[in-house]
């Protein structure tokens, strides 16, 4: 009563593509952070699931890897957000752009 | 007593080193008396080292004295030593002496002036320059005080900097140096790839390594050196212009430093010279044409400096002139009696503008001999000397010159002895405007209502003056023509030896050609008189070809500094401008052009970001499928 691999693989894009998407159409910054972290689990999901393929523990192992960095990144990424929001009472994606170059 | 000699250059630079820091304490006059100490202790010096070299036997008169070794450098070996024989011997005591008395003088013609001491401290440095010239036992260390005399003449001559005239002078006697002594530099080169030495006895003892060619090459390289130097043609314009310097500058270099030591180079290398006839010749021709040019020059220019200057050029050709024909110890009579009667000259020339307040014009002189009774009478010997009239010293040393000239080649005699007809004309033309006839100088005496008349100088002015003359006078012993074991012919016949021209003239010829030499000088000297004694007005025998110095400076302007000055301002407008500034810019532009249109990509919205990195993925992941599905 298990599905067969590509079923997982095929899922994890769809959630990548989902993320992908999600990142380049909304301007709302916690959005766009959610949907990073779509894509970060949608990879982590192909990395536990070609473990279980190749019977490898290593792919697991990197999950937890990359668990920590994106809990990292979720508190550098909120804190900024943070910092602008208080400042420009919004949280809108686009008004970061005057740190252009 | 021989071991006193290091003390000849040394007590100069004792006094420029007291004079550098101490100089503004101890201010005017003290600062004057420390300096002129200095030289005349080093004249002291000199005489002793002579008194212990006259005792010695004749084949041992020469001695080195080694301080230490200044470069070793592979076979280069330089040693900072002393060489001292009669030829340098003869050489310290007149400059030591005639310097010292230009320092005695200086005090008295200085006073007042706002860089009192800095212009003793230079005067120090200079003799202190010029005897290290002098007594170096290498061509590098002679070429160090070489170029210390043409700094310290630079210092000098633009001494008053504040006006144009003088800072322009000073870098124009630069200038003219620095080419001479570029053919000092290759010369030195050239001599020491062949002989493998810069010493003098060493290159001497090798001297048949330099070959035909390298000899006539060496020694016309020297020549150029010494042109630049000693003020001889091609490069002897920037003598006259030198003249902006205070007078007691002009009196030292003309008289006992800077322009002799062209002369003294030439004599030290003689043995080079000797190698050479070739070159032997161009330098007599040199010299005669120097002596000739600058002789007419001087019987047209007004001011009182620039007669006695072109005369210097003069004098100094006679020089050249002699060392070209080989007659080395007649060439150094000439010089210390030049240095002698120079010397009075100039610093009566000084005595004079000094009483005038600083007027330098022949035109507004005469008259002046019942103001100025001692500048007067030092000034009449002066005049007498350098014109060639028996029996003052010039005439016994132009006389010895002119004798060899004649046995070695009758024509360039006849030039000499018409060069010395003008001699005689332009130093009369001189005497007879400043001295006699009516005064026409109240025009400069009025601005100074204070003194209604021109003014004597004070003792130590005169001093120098009186002693000068004296030796002007009596000079003409060093080198009779009869007695050959006395003065400086049995003295400095051995340093010279083989390379020595003997003229076989009998006593005959020699009595005749002095009898040649005082006619002309007579004869030069009335034709003044019955000129200029009078009148001061002869348009026609002033004409503006011998006032503007044969155009001299016309032609270099013409030929060296217009096309310089053109293609300098070609640089500044075109080439800087256009190619160097454009490049800098050019690329500058460039950059900032890129970088406008670059930056436009950084639009700061956080999607375009996204979506750039999302199709550099689906690139990525294209690419490395389609390699998959191809492979």
Redesign the interface.
């Known amino acids: 009563m298990s599905l067969p691999g590509p079923w997982y693989l095929g899922l994890a894009a769809i959630l990548f593509g989902i993320g992908?998407i999600g990142?380049?159409?909304r301007?709302n910054v916690l959005i766009?952070f959610m949907c990073i972290e779509l894509m970060l689990n949608a990879a982590n999901l192909t990395f536990v699931t070609f473990a279980r393929m190749l019977h490898d523990i290593g792919g697991q192992a990197v999950v937890f890897f990359v668990l920590v960095v994106a809990a990292a990144e979720v508190v550098v990424g909120l804190g900024i957000v943070v910092a602008i929001f208080r400042r420009r009472a919004s949280a809108t994606?686009?008004d970061?752009?005057?740190?252009?170059? | 007593m021989l071991h006193v000699a290091f003390l000849m250059p040394l007590l100069p630079l004792v006094g420029f080193v007291l004079l550098v820091p101490l100089g503004k304490r101890l201010g005017d006059p003290l600062a004057g008396w420390i300096g002129t100490a200095a030289v005349l202790g080093s004249f002291v010096a000199a005489c002793v080292t002579f008194a212990g070299l006259q005792g010695r036997p004749e084949a041992t008169r020469a001695f080195t004295q080694t301080f230490f070794s200044w470069i070793t450098v592979g076979g280069l070996q330089v040693k900072a030593a002393l060489f001292v024989d009669p030829l340098s011997m003869t050489m310290c005591l007149f400059v030591t002496g005639v310097s010292a008395l230009i320092h005695l003088y200086s005090i008295g013609y200085m006073k007042g002036d706002k860089e009192y001491t800095k212009f003793f401290i230079y005067l120090n440095l200079f003799v202190f320059s010029m005897l290290v010239l002098v007594l170096a036992n290498n061509l590098l260390v002679t070429f160090v005080g070489w170029e210390g005399v043409g700094v310290c003449s630079y210092w000098l001559v633009s001494f008053w900097h504040e006006r144009e005239a003088a800072a322009s002078a000073g870098k124009k006697a630069f200038i003219y140096n620095r080419i001479g002594d570029a053919g000092f530099l290759v010369a030195m080169f050239l001599i020491f790839s062949k002989t493998g030495t810069l010493n003098y006895a060493g290159v001497f003892a090798h001297r048949a390594a330099l070959g035909a060619g390298g000899a006539t090459a060496a020694a016309l390289l020297l020549l150029l050196a010494a042109a630049g130097k000693s003020a001889q043609i091609p490069l002897f314009n920037w003598l006259p212009d030198a003249m902006e310097g205070p007078t007691p500058v002009s009196a030292l270099i003309h008289a006992a430093t800077m322009v002799t030591a062209g002369v003294y180079l030439l004599c030290r290398v003689h043995a080079i010279l000797a190698l050479s006839p070739d070159a032997r010749w161009v330098i007599a021709v040199i010299g005669l044409a120097t002596a000739f040019v600058a002789a007419t020059i001087a019987s047209a220019q007004q001011d009182i400096k620039k007669v006695l200057a072109f005369s210097t050029v003069s004098q100094i050709g006679y020089m050249v002139l002699a060392v070209g024909t080989g007659a080395y110890v007649a060439a150094i009579f000439l010089m210390v009696a030049h240095a002698f009667y120079k010397g009075l000259l100039f610093l009566g020339a000084g005595s004079v503008i000094h009483g005038l307040h600083d007027e330098q014009d022949l035109k507004r002189m005469g008259g002046l001999a019942r103001f100025l009774p001692w500048t007067y009478a030092t000034f009449l010997v002066g005049w007498l000397a350098i014109a060639g009239v028996p029996p003052l010293s010039g005439f016994w040393s132009k006389g010895d010159v002119l004798a060899n000239v004649y046995a070695k080649s009758p024509a360039l005699w006849a030039f000499a002895l018409l060069t010395a007809l003008f001699t005689g004309y332009y130093m009369s033309r001189l005497f007879f405007l400043a001295f006699t006839g009516d005064p026409r100088w109240q025009q400069a005496v009025g601005d100074h209502p204070a003194h209604a008349e021109p003014h004597e100088s004070p003792w130590t002015m005169r001093l120098p003056l009186v002693i000068l003359a004296v030796l002007a006078l009596f000079g003409g012993l060093l080198g009779l023509p009869w007695v050959h074991s006395f003065g400086l012919t049995g003295w400095l016949g051995p340093v010279f030896g083989t390379d020595l021209f003997a003229n076989h003239l009998s006593r005959g010829a020699l009595i005749g050609l002095d009898v040649a030499d005082g006619i002309v000088a007579v004869v030069g000297l009335s034709i003044a008189w019955r000129l200029w004694r009078k009148s001061a007005d002869h348009p026609a025998l002033e004409p503006v070809f011998l006032q503007r110095v044969w155009y001299w400076d016309d032609f270099y302007d013409t030929v060296i500094g217009k096309p310089g000055q053109a293609l300098a301002r070609f640089s500044a407008t075109v080439i800087d401008t256009r190619v160097i500034d454009g490049a800098v810019n050019g690329v500058a532009t460039a950059v900032k052009s890129v970088g406008t249109q670059v930056r436009r990509v950084q639009t700061g919205y956080v999607r375009n970001y996204a979506l750039g990195i999302a199709l550099g993925l689906a690139v990525i992941i294209a690419f490395i499928i389609s390699r998959t599905w191809w492979s």
């Open positions: 992908a990142l380049l159409m301007r766009m994606a686009d970061f752009h005057i740190l252009k170059g």
